[in-house]
């Protein structure tokens, strides 16, 4: 299950994260967004669980919880829709 989590300070590294969703199951991936030119934190990422089940939990335990005095944002990542290719115009 991928897991979008935002609104964490900027020092905040993946070992914290995957630490911190760890309590909940197993953590397969953890990433960062990083700017591409400063490699500076974007304060948010994904992590992929193990088992959906633990993702849930992770998510209900953790959503609006705490991390360094900021409130966290924690949700399922929806996948994106399926997309159509575009028909060529013709006149």
């Known amino acids: 299950m991928e897991i979008f989590v935002g609104n964490f300070d900027y020092s905040t590294t993946e070992r914290e994260l995957k630490k911190l969703f760890s309590v909940h199951g197993t953590v397969n991936t953890v990433h960062i967004v990083t700017d591409h030119y400063t490699r500076q934190s ?11 089940k633990d993702g849930e939990k992770a998510i209900k335990m953790l959503h609006g919880s705490g991390l360094a005095e900021n ?3 924690v949700k399922q990542v929806s996948p994106l829709p399926c997309r159509q290719p575009q028909q060529p115009l013709t006149s």
């Open 42 to 52: 974007k304060c948010f990422g994904y992590i992929e669980m193990q088992r959906t």
């Open 71 to 73: 409130r966290l944002i």
